[in-house]
Structure formats: structure tokens, C-alpha cells
């Protein structure tokens, strides 16, 4: 079965601590056509946005996280929306995983945490388009 969500109203959060990553990564996906994108500076502000969104009846998408931030890191972010309830939307959100350090460690941690990937910076539109096109063609996601 596919779902077909409309472009415009296909919705990301950008998760990261620094106000330049953020700006960076939601032009990226302003140039990959998207125009709904959300931002937070951490994961607790993230995870408070995501149940707001969640409620409100205009739910993200397709979550970006940087791993390293102070207050909630990335992987506590992901071990949060996973630990969810069975049914819980917010359980199953894509969470891709963008960091500065690709340790071989921390790849298979947010494997194991169920992360949609994992992206080394520094990265280009490509590989961000790729990774978000891959992640939805594998869960039935059109965005037309």
C-alpha cells in the first residue's frame, strides 16, 4: 500500500543545537522542494514539538537529528520516540541521524535504536535527498 502525501504539506523537523546547522539542512530541503520544516535545538525541544504537532492534526514527517546536543542528545531523542506506545505515530517517525563523527559505534547504535539512517557531515543535497527518497520508497511514502 502507498501513501501519498502532499509536498507541501510534508512536514520535517530539524533537530540541532547550533542555529547555522539548522539553517543549512532546512535549505537543503527547501532546494529538494519541501517547504513545511520545523526547527528544535534539542531533543527534549524536539520531542515537545513533535507530541504538539502530533495533536495539533498537522504531524512531522520525517525527523533530522544531530546526535551531539546538551540537554537531549540525538540517541536519547530516538530511544524517547521509540520507547512510545504500540500505535503511538511517534514511535515509527523516520529519525535520520546527522553527525560530525562517523565512529563505527555510534552507526550501530542508532541501527540498533532504529534510526533511518545515519548521515557523516560534511554532506551535500544529494545525499540527504537520497537518504530521505530511499526511507520513504521503503515505507510507502509518495510525496507528490
Known sequence: MVTT???????FLVVDDFSTMRRIISG???????????????????LRQLEL???????VHFVLSDVNMPVMNGFQLLEALRSKPEGNALRTVPVLLVTAEGRKEDIIRAAQLGATGYIVKPFNKDTVGDKIHLT?????????
Open 53 to 59: 504537532s502530533a495533536e495539533s492534526g498537522e504531524p
Open 5 to 11: 502525501i502532499k509536498r507541501e504539506e510534508f512536514c
Open 28 to 46: 537543503l530541503l527547501r532546494e529538494l522542494g519541501f517547504k513545511k520544516i520545523l526547527e528544535a535545538e534539542d531533543g527534549k525541544a524536539a
Open 136 to 144: 520513504l520508497k521503503n515505507r510507502g511514502i509518495l510525496v507528490d
